[in-house]
T-cell receptor, first 113, second 114 residues
Framework: AQSVTQPDIHITVSEGASLELRCNYS??????LFWYVQSPGQGLQLLLK??????LVQGIKGFEAEFKRSQSSFNLRKPSVHWSDAAEYFC???????????FGTGTRLQVTL | DAGVIQSPRHEVTEMGQEVTLRCKPI?????LFWYRQTMMRGLELLIY????????DSGMPEDRFSAKMPNASFSTLKIQPSEPRDSAVYFC????????????FGSGTRLTVV
């Protein structure tokens, strides 16, 4: 069965600093990978997704993620964080868009001014 | 596109009462998912449907929980009788097996059972 690990429960960065959130997945074949963001009291918004092709994917709000098969990772990055990026970030994996989406436990991002 | 629509946004009910949560998926999406989010357990998949047929309900915690999808544009999640430990945010999501888009989530229903 597929699984996702987000090793960092909580990360604090200064506004303007770069950000990398870690995600490791477990799945035998090539997975479909996603990053979602959730602001307090809100639903989940899709930041970006990887299905195939270029392993560096661009998303909304200036985020990008890189799929590394050798490391079973799909880390999320942003070169310069804004205070509005403070939220909870979830990595997720599935075997296909008609299959269940399995989420990691999330990483809470705090941004200091 | 109005997105995935869930109702109600908030529900407060007394223990033992029946609760029904509703979801309207995005038109054209043929898969629908019900998730529950709590602090302790994170995001858990309860059940999902493909083409209105339940595929995997292994995440439904107990017989008190049931879900239906009578047509492609509507689904319900029912809890009867409700218990305080059912308090959580319940999300509905939809996706299409025919397109490489993501899963779109609704805004959720915050359920409080007192």
């Amino acid at each position: 069965a597929q699984s996702v690990t987000q090793p960092d429960i909580h990360i604090t960065v200064s506004e303007g600093a770069s950000l990398e959130l870690r995600c490791n997945y477990s799945y035998g074949a090539t997975p479909y990978l996603f990053w979602y963001v959730q602001s307090p009291g809100q639903g989940l918004q899709l930041l970006l997704k990887y299905f195939s092709g270029d392993t560096l994917v661009q998303g909304i709000k200036g985020f990008e993620a890189e799929f590394k098969r050798s490391q079973s990772s799909f880390n999320l990055r942003k070169p310069s964080v804004h205070w509005s990026d403070a939220a909870e970030y979830f990595c997720a994996v599935t075997t296909g868009t008609a299959s269940k989406l399995t989420f990691g436990t999330g990483t809470r991002l705090q941004v200091t001014l | 596109d109005a997105g995935v629509i869930q109702s109600p946004r908030h529900e407060v009910t007394e223990m033992g009462q029946e609760v029904t949560l509703r979801c309207k998926p995005i038109s054209g999406h043929n898969s629908l998912f019900w998730y529950r989010q709590t602090m302790m357990r994170g995001l858990e998949l309860l059940i999902y449907f493909n083409n209105n047929v339940p595929i995997d309900d292994s995440g439904m915690p107990e017989d008190r929980f049931s879900a239906k999808m009578p047509n492609a544009s509507f689904s319900t999640l029912k809890i009867q009788p409700s218990e305080p430990r059912d308090s959580a945010v319940y999300f509905c999501a939809s996706s299409s097996s025919r397109r490489t888009g993501g899963y779109t989530f609704g805004s959720g229903t915050r359920l409080t059972v007192v």
